[in-house]
Nanobody, 125 residues
Framework: EEQLVESGGGLVQAGGSLRLSCAASGFTIDDYAIAWFRQAPGKDQEGISNIGTREGSIFYADSVKGRFTISRDNAKNTVYLQMDSLKFEDTGTYYC??????????????????WGQGTQVTVVT
């Protein structure tokens, strides 16, 4: 069974850092773009970052550009999201999703053959 499992969320003070992991099982991520989405209470889901299968094929939403860094380790079948300089407005549930052979330089509509269950990130001031 294909699965994505997020981990690394938690409670952090504003200005702090967290590193999220998205571990895949039941399939290999080599041919998949992996994106991170987040959803805050009362807000629409936001696609914040994506990493494609080609080197350098990466997307960041303006809201996280310069603060978050996405990376992938195909050998570990895992994608990471390093989140620095966290702000209160980064609070939300973070999900990762995999999309077969999707480009990494943007998040296409309907992205996500597989989705994780989410991990909570809470930033306090």
């Amino acid at each position: 069974e294909e699965q994505l499992v997020e981990s690394g969320g938690g409670l952090v003070q504003a200005g702090g850092s967290l590193r999220l992991s998205c571990a895949a099982s039941g399939f290999t991520i080599d041919d998949y773009a992996i994106a991170w989405f987040r959803q805050a209470p009362g807000k629409d889901q936001e696609g914040i970052s994506n990493i494609g299968t080609r080197e350098g094929s990466i997307f960041y939403a303006d809201s996280v550009k310069g603060r978050f860094t996405i990376s992938r380790d195909n050998a570990k079948n895992t994608v990471y999201l390093q989140m620095d300089s966290l702000k209160f407005e980064d609070t939300g549930t973070y999900y990762c999703a995999a999309d077969y052979r999707a480009p990494g330089w943007y998040i296409r509509p309907g992205f996500g053959d597989y989705w994780g269950q989410g991990t909570q990130v809470t930033v306090v001031t």
